[in-house]
């Protein structure tokens, strides 16, 4: 049987990073994505600059969406408009996703796409992991000293480890719809509409990606009916004048708590629960999820310590800072008059200060110290 010191589970962002970072520190590294890539996943796939740190390599231009994002527009529950400047990053996930793969396999990590881990056993007579894997229906496994999960909402790493974190059913969905035509709209802006009666979860988003148009919005309950009566305030607002291409949504039964893993099995990124609704993002978090979860390895290995308990220190920070995240977003959502004085012009401009200023202090900080914007 093959024996790896890591295998990684999930070809997105969080595994990538961490399979990569493994195996540039000399672990013998597997890394296996369950779709044949690239593989779509439905993510607007915004970020900040300092999103460049975290993974550790500057995203080549072609990578990136032709239209650059760089202008803000958000929208208040009282149709206050309110403008702001800064540069983000702007790609499709299956494009940004396969080139992470790429630097993981560069890095001398073993990369296996269509291949998913069906199953986890400890195997204690050597102290290993077994991992069983599935690969366009042959089965094969093989051994891991350590296992670490960035497999998503949907994480089976996690389901194993603690079922009772998953609902029987999902409790709500994302919507994206494509379109492609003509709008009276900013190709340069990511327009963020904070209204309840669009998103009661977060808020409701138009950007442009490419040739096409993203209008997507969120919600616990009933989201297709919160995704129509946005799309339709868009097109008559906007003066959309062409089709909808493609419909997208996702959902998740994962209850929204944080848990980093036990012993030698690590979770990452969504799989350990880490979006932040609050700011709107979880990509950030999967790539500092993988490369603390790589920091807590080598410490293990070179102390004798525990992995998962030197991951969750290394993460306590972050982990916190998402809780806070978590109950100011229940706070902001509780009424519109909430949303309204969060967005409140003095908000707004300590924000936008805070922005300019971690923005300027990023360039400098290490990885592990960045401000994660929004503030
Ligand atoms: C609609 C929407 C919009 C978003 N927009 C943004 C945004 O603009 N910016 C931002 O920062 N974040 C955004 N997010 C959040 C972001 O998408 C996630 O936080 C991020 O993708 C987490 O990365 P990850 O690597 O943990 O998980 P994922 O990206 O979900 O990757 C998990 C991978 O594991 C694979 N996998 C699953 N099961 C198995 C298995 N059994 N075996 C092998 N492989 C498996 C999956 O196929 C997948 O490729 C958005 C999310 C949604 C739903």
Redesign the pocket.
Known sequence: MEKYDVVV????????VAARFAAKSGFRTLL????KTP?N???????FQYFEKLIGEKIPREKLCRNELFKVEIITPKDKVLKGRMKMLNFW?STF?SWLNSLAADAGAEFHDN????DFVADKTEGKIIVKLSAEGEHREVKAHYLIG???????VRKKLRPQDFDKKASGA?V?YYFVGEANLDPNTLYMFYKREFCPLMFAWVYLKDDKWVI?T?ANENPLEYADRFFNYVKEKYGLRGQIVKKEG?SSTLKSTVFLGEGRVLL????AG??DLYR???????ALSGRLAVKAITKAEEEGSEAAKAYEHHMKKFVKKIETNAKRQMKRLSSNNELERSLSPLNMLKGGLHMLIANQINKILPPEKLRFLPP
């Open positions: 589970v999930g070809g997105g962002v969080a595994g990538s296996v994505e369950k779709f593989r996943k439905p993510c607007s796939g915004i970020q996930r996703d291949t998913s881990l069906i960035a497999d998503g909402m949907l994480s089976r994302t994206n997507g969120g996702f990452l990124g969504d799989a880490l979006v709107g993002v979880g990509m950030d978090n999967a």
